[in-house]
């Protein structure tokens, strides 16, 4: 469990196909705190730790399945060595809350269709799949590439937010660009009041 709150920016250092994929990462997290095991997020997709180094820098290594790699902007041929990832490690019992409970399983992959500056604040619109826009509402959370966000608008599958400063420097939101595929998590609030209303 997550908070979608960044704490470090990694990189992917080696990318390499043994069955599943496996990455290895670039951290400033302490590897002497992370257990083989832990679980990452990376970029919004919870991985498990499976090695740990310090040699050249600090890193930890994971494996994606094919079923990851399908759900997640990683099909889309969007990771490679030197690509920067929003980091997180996962939620313990009394840390605080500050953005919203991700799972780190990625719903699906939205495109980032527009990107304009608002103040000092940029305003991005994302286009969602169809089968994921009715989760989206206004004022609600998503995570997108393991970001807490909270949604301004909604119209149709299209949905806005605005990113501050603070959150483009201590995440990749900076470097976003138009086109990119980005991981989509839906809030699980959503999901289970849909759920509910099926019944009804």
């Known amino acids: 469990m997550f908070t979608g709150i960044i704490t470090d920016i990694g990189e992917i250092l080696q990318l390499e196909r043994r069955g599943d994929l496996r990455a290895r990462i670039g951290t400033r997290f302490d590897v002497e705190t ?8 990376c970029d919004g997709c919870c991985l498990t730790v499976i090695a740990l180094g310090r040699e050249p820098t600090n890193w930890f290594d994971v494996e ?5 790699v399908a759900k997640t902007n990683i099909g889309r041929a969007m990771w490679a060595v030197g690509k920067r990832l929003n980091l997180e490690r996962a939620l313990k019992v009394g840390d605080e809350l500050g953005g919203h409970i991700v799972s780190g399983h990625v719903d699906g992959v939205a495109d980032l269709i ?12 994302f ?3 169809r089968d994921l826009a009715r989760f989206i509402a206004p004022k609600g959370s998503v995570a997108l590439n393991g970001t ?31 086109g990119d595929p980005i991981n989509l998590e839906i809030d699980t609030m959503a999901r289970y009041v849909a759920r509910l209303r099926d019944f009804e």
């Open 127 to 129: 286009r969602a799949p």
């Open 148 to 178: 807490s966000l909270t949604v301004n608008e909604v119209n149709g599958c299209d949905f806005g937010v605005n990113v501050i400063p603070h959150t483009k420097t201590v995440t990749t939101w900076g470097g976003a660009k138009v």
């Open 64 to 68: 994606i399945s094919a079923e990851s």
């Open 114 to 125: 527009d990107l304009r500056q608002e103040g000092d604040s940029t305003r991005m619109t």
């Open 34 to 41: 992370i257990d083989i095991g832990a679980s990452i997020a």
